[in-house]
């Protein structure tokens, strides 16, 4: 559809509520971003220091005005000292979020909160990579040895890395990070060392801080990502292939809406649970049933474990209130727009906020707590059934679009998948396939959607090159919603979009799964947290041919990322030693220094490095390179040009 919302919005549904929305006089954030062109030049080259209260200062970059700031500290430093900041708030964001885990893991495992211990298996294989043995132990016992160890982590006052570090990282990585001194000790402890060190006066020397951005990468795959994965899969089970749907097409006219938006399952599982058990209620108010659907990670979450819908990603969140049928949206932390309550009052919509740290003028507050977890999900669930009468019909506008999609790809499920194929060897199909040329390499598109770039257009237009020339992807985050909604994740998609190659292999396998179709051509890994799961398929994949991951023919991709998650995360992928592509510019041109390190220099380090690039066509052409070189070193077939 050619109209002026598609440079807004590459996604028809978006599309068609950005109209609604104008027509209701609703405020967006496209709206709010153009209110605030031209942004400022010096913040976007990162030249703005607002460290202490002699500032804020500026640099010049065109070099007429002042070259320091009021301290003396030159551009370097100010865009060093910036960017250490935001991985280091990126990276306690993930850190918040495993630490609760430690603690219902604890809780669970002792018998206080209504979460049983779901998943025995993921249980075992944990405790086997942290080296514990299960033997005697009832599985409670093993749950708390395990939430004991990830405790001793954060107490860790020694120079040993972390043990989930030990368990999780590949031991060549480990080996390599320790010698640059950046692996992780304690999150706690190196993200508070990070704030010391960029505070006035202390650290003046770009490339040291830049030791510590990638210390701050490795604190949050592992203190954050890797923790959390493992812990959530053993307390609500690990995500085995789902088929659902997507986009704002998910609400029902005729249900009671509820909304999830946020990232720890925690509350959202128990929603799920809760849904369910108050379905009558909702007939008896007069309503179809509950229908449930997800944004952001916590929509994710729900889906790969439970199947439930995806609404939609971060940018339009505030179009899915839009529709007047969202009955209640219910957030827990990260990713949510303050303005959800300013939308809110044009309908019916509650928002209701469930976190200490995360309130909302506005919203109603419900504390959401392990102890009554359930008592805390009924009251949420009957809000929203109460709040059902109050709709008004007149402003009832659903976009009709959803597509369907499979989800719920661990690991474990994939591994699963090719073991019908070749039972006492699963990962020999793969690696045979990519040997042979028929996958050439593979591709991790993640993160966010940003107002920088069209919503989603970079995630899609990327995809669908990168299939064309026989590039196998898997996504998390808003990406994988991204390609979800675009109709990427489902076998009609890999009859579409893959190069004949893939297709051949994706139909091979779909048929030996029993699916009866191929597999799709992108794999829906799960949250953002869950870009360990990605970290693990590649280091069992770069294990199974014993080589390092910085030699596999593979490439990570956040084309639309904006969170300071996404710069944390993006850190550790290029000290895993991936190429990762950036579709926004990230703050960091104002320093030559930085911007010469991270798109370069830091490849004889690491193995990986950063490379910028808005146009998915161009950014697909230098992954398609990259990943042909990589298969040239390890001696592989190349296609012919
Ligand atoms: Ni990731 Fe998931 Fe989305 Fe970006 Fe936000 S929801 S944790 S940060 S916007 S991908």
Redesign the pocket.
């Known amino acids: 559809m050619e109209n002026k919302y598609c440079h807004q919005s590459c996604d028809p549904a978006a599309q068609k509520m950005l109209k609604r929305a104008e027509e209701l006089n609703i405020e967006t954030v496209w709206d709010r971003y153009a209110a605030q062109e031209p942004q400022c030049g010096f913040g976007q080259l990162g030249l703005c220091c607002r460290v202490c209260s002699m500032g804020p200062c500026r640099v010049d970059p065109f070099g007429d005005g002042p070259q320091k700031g009021v301290c003396g500290a030159g551009a370097d430093t100010i865009v060093a000292r910036n960017l250490v900041r935001t991985a280091a708030a990126g990276a306690s964001s993930h850190v918040d979020h495993g630490y609760e885990y430690i603690q219902a893991l604890k809780k669970a495992a002792q018998g206080e909160i209504p979460y049983p211990i779901k998943d025995e298996g993921k249980l075992k294989a944990i405790a086997a990579k942290l080296g514990l043995s299960a033997e005697g132990k009832t599985k409670e016992e093993l749950a708390l040895a395990i939430a004991e160890i990830a405790a001793q982590d954060f107490a860790n006052t020694g120079e040993e890395p972390m043990k989930w570090v030990t368990a999780s990282a590949p031991a060549e990585r480990v080996e390599a990070w320790k010698k640059l001194g950046v692996a992780p000790r304690n999150p706690d402890r190196d993200i508070r060392s990070a704030l010391s060190q960029t505070n006035i006066g202390t650290d003046a020397d770009p490339v040291n801080m830049l030791l510590t951005a990638v210390r701050m990468g490795l604190v949050d795959a592992y203190g954050g990502l890797h923790l959390t994965t493992d812990l959530q899969d053993i307390i609500f089970g690990t995500p085995t292939p789902v088929a659902s749907e997507a986009n704002l097409g998910v609400l029902k006219e005729d249900k009671v809406n509820i909304v999830v938006h946020g ?1 720890v399952p925690l509350m959202s599982e128990k929603l799920v649970e809760w849904a369910n058990k108050l379905n009558d209620k909702a007939i008896v108010a007069g309503a179809a049933g509950i229908q449930l659907a997800g944004i ?2 916590s929509g994710n979450e729900i889906l790969m474990r439970q199947g439930v819908p995806i609404a939609t ?2 940018l339009s969140q505030e179009l899915a209130i839009a529709t007047g049928v969202v009955d209640a949206i219910v957030v827990d932390i ?2 949510i727009m303050p303005s959800l309550t300013t939308v809110a009052e044009c309908f019916h919509t509650k928002v209701i906020t469930t976190m200490p740290i995360a309130k909302i003028p506005g919203a109603t507050h419900v504390d959401f707590n392990l102890e009554e977890a359930d008592a805390k999900a009924q009251e949420i669930i009957e809000l929203a059934i109460a709040n059902y009468r109050n709709r008004d019909k007149s402003k009832v506008h659903i976009p009709q679009e959803k597509t369907s999609f499979l989800g719920g790809f661990s690991v474990e499920a994939i591994v699963g998948a090719l073991a019908k194929v070749n039972a006492e060897d699963p990962l020999k199909p793969l690696v045979d396939n990519i040997a042979a040329g028929n996958i050439l390499g593979a591709a991790a598109l993640v ?3 940003t107002v920088k770039l069209t919503q989603d257009s970079v995630h899609v237009g990327l995809a669908k090159e990168l299939l064309k020339n026989n590039v196998l992807i898997v996504s998390t ?3 994988a919603q991204a390609l979800a909604k675009a109709g990427l994740m489902n076998p009609a998609a890999t009859e579409q979009y893959a190069g004949e190659g893939l297709k051949a292999v994706l139909t091979a396998v779909g048929q030996a799964a029993g699916l009866n179709a191929p597999l799709p051509p992108v794999l829906h890994m799960g ?2 947290v869950d870009n360990s799961r990605i970290a693990d398929l590649l280091s069992a994949l770069a294990g199974y041919l014993k080589v390092n991951v910085k030699d596999l023919p593979i490439a990570a991709s956040a084309p639309e990322f ?2 300071e ?2 710069i944390a995360i993006g850190t550790w992928a290029v000290a895993m030693g991936i190429l990762t592509h950036l579709g926004p510019t990230p703050q960091v041109l104002g320093s030559p220094i930085v911007t010469g390190v991270l798109t370069d220099k830091v490849e004889e380090l690491l193995g990986g490095k950063f490379i910028v690039e808005a146009d998915p066509v161009k950014a697909a052409a230098t992954i398609i390179n990259h990943i042909i070189d990589k298969r040239q070193k390890l001696g592989l077939t190349v296609p012919q040009a």
């Open positions: 990232h952001c990670c990603n971060f990260q990713c993160g966010c959607n985050g808003c990406a949250s953002c904006m969170s998650k996404a």
